[in-house]
């Protein structure tokens, strides 16, 4: 398996754009997650899914989020409209099941809003 | 309000030289303390999962270890290949059955 696929690896957008980010789950794998990193705050858990379905969304910072997740093998996280201190390494992660510890990160869309 | 706190920030350590990295922890109801390694421009991979204060696990070079309010990452002669940042998480009765709590972090650069 490819493990967990995120495209695009790097984005430069200007204030005021849209970004969508894109993950591709590890087949089989029934939870999605969306995470942030930043250096002040580390990883942040934004948004998870439990069979496509969104579980919890508590970690979205504000309206200007939005996650989906139209199929087991596609998700996407979308920001509208992007601001400076939206910049950071935005992760994808799947799991198979409830074990935390079976939890696998993709390589990660780093995000520079100008 | 759970809380991980990992020290030092960032560690130089010549090859060979042993060090401990630290993770201090508050959460209420602890049900798992994890470490990870990441590599530079890579996500998070797993390393170990703690459960109860006195419980250690080990693999390779590195031995995990857990007490009431903190959690140690040895790493015993270590090489470079062992250069990357290891974080702390954290999964608390607060926390969600599906949510780690992260910390920032520990840099680890070992030298030839």
């Known amino acids: 398996d490819a493990g967990v696929i995120q495209s695009p690896r790097h984005e430069v957008t200007e204030m005021g754009q849209e970004v969508t980010l894109r993950c591709k789950p590890i087949?089989?794998?029934?939870?999605l997650f969306w995470y942030r990193q930043t250096m002040m705050r580390g990883l942040e858990l934004l948004i998870y899914?439990?069979?496509?379905?969104?579980?919890?969304d508590s970690g979205m910072p504000e309206d200007r989020f939005s996650a989906k997740m139209p199929n087991a093998s596609f998700s996407t996280l979308k920001i509208q409209p992007s601001e400076p201190r939206d910049s950071a390494v935005y992760f994808c992660?799947?799991?198979?099941?409830?074990?935390?510890?079976?939890?696998?990160f993709g390589p990660g869309t780093r995000l520079t809003v100008l | 309000e759970d809380q991980v706190t990992q020290s030092p920030e960032a560690l130089r350590l010549q090859e060979g030289e042993s060090s401990s990295l630290n993770c201090s922890y508050t959460?209420?109801?602890?049900?798992?303390l994890f470490w990870y390694r990441q590599d530079p421009g890579k996500g998070p991979e797993f390393l170990f999962t703690?459960?109860?204060a006195g419980e250690e696990k080990e693999k390779e070079r590195l031995k995990a270890t857990l007490t009431k309010k903190e959690s140690f990452l040895h790493i015993t002669a270590p090489k470079p290949e062992d250069s990357a940042t290891y974080l702390c998480?954290?999964?608390?009765?607060?926390?969600?059955?599906?949510?780690?709590?992260f910390g920032t972090g520990t840099r680890l650069t070992v030298i030839p």
């Open positions: 959460v209420s109801g602890l049900r798992g």
């Open positions: 703690l459960y109860s």
């Open positions: 899914f439990n069979n496509n379905v969104p579980i919890d």
């Open positions: 087949s089989g794998h029934d939870y």
């Open positions: 998480a954290v999964q608390g009765d607060q926390t969600g059955a599906n949510n780690l709590f």
């Open positions: 992660a799947s799991r198979e099941g409830l074990a935390l510890h079976t939890q696998y």
